[in-house]
């Protein structure tokens, strides 16, 4: 079974500046996707950004991007220029590769990292 | 586009009445997914179908629990009888199976007096 790890329940961060969220996970899988989520107050689950393990180059997407170590198992979220309407609950997914079967394909989250981002 | 459409938004209902939510996937999305949130036990997938077919529904708490898919663009969550411990916001999502990345509905948020 896989396991999704989130070590920050919280974080804060001043507007315009950088922030970090980390991500670990535990699988014996070789192909896998990555995904960040974004649950703010209205709490809306958004897909933030998406990572394809046999990817080596690093997701982006627009502010936010990725650093993954496949050999650590590691999957941080970097969000540039933070804005007052980042502040959300952030969770770290993880998905198994589909096989030809279509079988594999449920989502294990973290249980999520509270970003509040002051003026 | 329209995304994945959810109703009803909110429901208060008495202890022992039954509950139907609804969902309606984004076009052309072959997996569906119930999910249900709280505070205690964060986001829990309930059951998922996979061209219209239900996959794996282990996450169903109990045979209080039923869920259907009668076709590519409806699913259904019921709930009878309805106990106050099923309060909670109840997510529907979903994907184009192998590109992962499920999209979910607003959430209803269902109180069980």
């Known amino acids: 079974a896989q396991t999704v790890t989130q070590s920050q329940p919280e974080m804060s961060v001043q507007e315009a500046e950088t922030v970090t969220l980390s991500c670990t996970y535990d699988?014996?899988?070789?192909?896998?996707?990555l995904f960040w989520y974004k649950q703010p107050p209205s709490r809306q689950m958004i897909l933030v950004i998406r990572?394809?393990?046999?990817?080596?180059q690093n997701a982006t997407e627009n502010r936010f991007s990725v650093n993954f170590q496949k050999a650590a198992k590691s999957f941080s979220l970097k969000i540039s220029d933070s804005q007052l309407g980042d502040t959300a609950m952030y969770f770290c997914?993880?998905?198994?590769?589909?096989?030809?079967?279509?079988?594999?394909?449920?989502?294990?989250f973290g249980k999520g990292t509270l970003l509040t981002v002051n003026p | 586009d329209a995304g994945v459409i959810q109703s009803p938004r909110h429901e208060v209902t008495e202890m022992g009445q039954e509950v139907t939510l609804r969902c309606k996937p984004i076009?052309?999305?072959?997996?569906l997914f119930w999910y249900r949130q709280t505070m205690m036990r964060g986001l829990e997938l309930l059951i998922y179908?996979?061209?219209?077919?239900?996959?794996?529904d282990s996450g169903m708490p109990e045979d209080r629990f039923s869920a259907k898919m009668p076709n590519a663009s409806f699913s259904t969550l019921k709930i009878q009888p309805s106990e106050p411990r099923d309060s909670a916001v109840y997510f529907c999502?979903?994907?184009?199976?192998?590109?992962?990345?499920?999209?979910f509905g607003d959430g209803t948020r269902l109180s069980i007096l």
């Open positions: 999502a979903s994907s184009l199976a192998r590109r992962g990345g499920q999209h």
């Open positions: 699988t014996s899988e070789s192909n896998y996707y």
């Open positions: 990572q394809e393990a046999y990817k080596q």
């Open positions: 997914a993880f998905m198994k590769h589909g096989n030809s079967g279509g079988s594999n394909y449920k989502l294990t």
């Open positions: 076009s052309g999305h072959n997996s």
């Open positions: 179908f996979n061209n219209n077919v239900p996959i794996d």
